[in-house]
């Protein structure tokens, strides 16, 4: 599986960004998606995840109703959609794909990633 994220940027707080992360290489429905994200000095940390089939999504607590995360079908894509943006957001994002269709949170349960796209927040 290849991931190819898209779509970061420098945004004000408050404001909205886009990412997707285009994959190729596995039968679509096969394998569940997952957003990650690492802030300078910390852990890569989970932000959100979808399953194979759409049908389980998770959030970070701290996402939660800010963040949604979607599969575009047509064009074999995760994006993640980010409102509401604050600093603490600044980061790193990475997309993920685990092998099997069952959404997890952990990324030790993911074998694949993309190269990551910066998200800045400024207040």
């Known amino acids: 599986v290849q991931l190819v994220e898209s779509g970061g940027g420098r945004v004000q707080a408050g404001g909205s960004l886009r990412l997707s992360c285009a994959t190729s290489?596995?039968?679509?429905?096969?394998?569940?998606l997952g957003w990650f994200r690492q802030a300078p000095g910390k852990e890569r940390e989970f932000v959100a995840s979808?399953?194979?089939?759409?049908?389980?999504?998770y959030y970070q607590d701290s996402v939660k109703g800010r963040f949604t995360i979607s599969r575009d079908n047509a064009r074999r894509a995760v994006n993640l959609q980010m409102s509401s943006l604050t600093p603490e957001d600044t980061a790193v994002y990475y997309c993920a794909a685990r092998d099997g269709p069952v959404a997890r949170t952990a990324k030790s349960a993911y074998q694949y990633w993309g190269q990551g796209t910066q998200v800045t927040v400024s207040s």
């Open positions: 290489g596995r039968t679509w429905d096969m394998y569940a």
């Open positions: 979808i399953s194979g089939s759409d049908a389980t999504i």
